[in-house]
């Protein structure tokens, strides 16, 4: 079966460096996309790829079945819930999502 | 336009009615995307247009979910028999293909089933 796994809940502090992982079991899937949720606001890409890549202070590491967001000196305005996205690359092409991941910082 | 857009963006409706909401994808996506998102609960697929393909309907929850869109342009989610379970909400996204495969997405409706 298709799915994506991530942790429900990461917690970190201000200013420290937080990890969400991410694996899955997509079949022929080899790009990660990871996304940044506000309730009540689109959800917004904050990078992707297959290969480990950074966007601003946003890390992505790569392996073939997983993959980790590594935010850089996080904020208390970074608490949101974050997306892993597989694309599942088997003709009729389709992203698979996680169930997100709950970030909660403390000051 | 600018971006995916939704409507309405709130919806409060009686158990039993039918409801129906629209999504304006970005215009030239051939890929659409309909989720719902429960209170504290994450994304959760339920179709997916591309082109003038057969839909993939695998994440619809009952026969009472049905969408349609015509060509590359509007959506319509429409849930019959509304009950208070259905309560959400409810994300639409839309692709441009391509080696891309970013989703854009719209702010979302959301349903309230009293």
Known sequence: ?107 | GAGVSQSPSNKVTEKGKDVELRCDPISGHTALYWYRQRLGQGLEFLIYFQGNSAPDKSGLPSDRFSAERTGESVSTLTIQRTQQEDSAVYLCASTGGGNSYEQYFGPGTRLTVT
Not at chain 1, 8 to 22: D, L, Q, Y
Not at chain 1, 48 to 66: A, D, I, L, V
């Open chain 1, 1 to 107: 079966k298709d799915q994506v796994f991530q942790p429900s809940t990461v917690a970190s502090s201000e200013g420290a460096v937080v990890e969400i992982f991410c694996n899955h079991s997509v079949s022929n899937a080899y790009n990660f996309f990871w996304y940044l949720h506000f309730p009540g606001c689109a959800p917004r890409l904050l990078v992707k790829g297959s290969k480990p890549s950074q966007q601003g202070r946003y890390n992505m590491t790569y392996e073939r079945f997983s993959s980790s967001l590594l935010i850089l000196q996080v904020r208390e305005a970074d608490a949101a819930v974050y997306y892993c996205a597989c694309l599942r690359d088997t003709g009729f092409q389709k992203l698979v999502f996680g169930t997100g991941t709950r970030l909660l910082v403390s000051p």
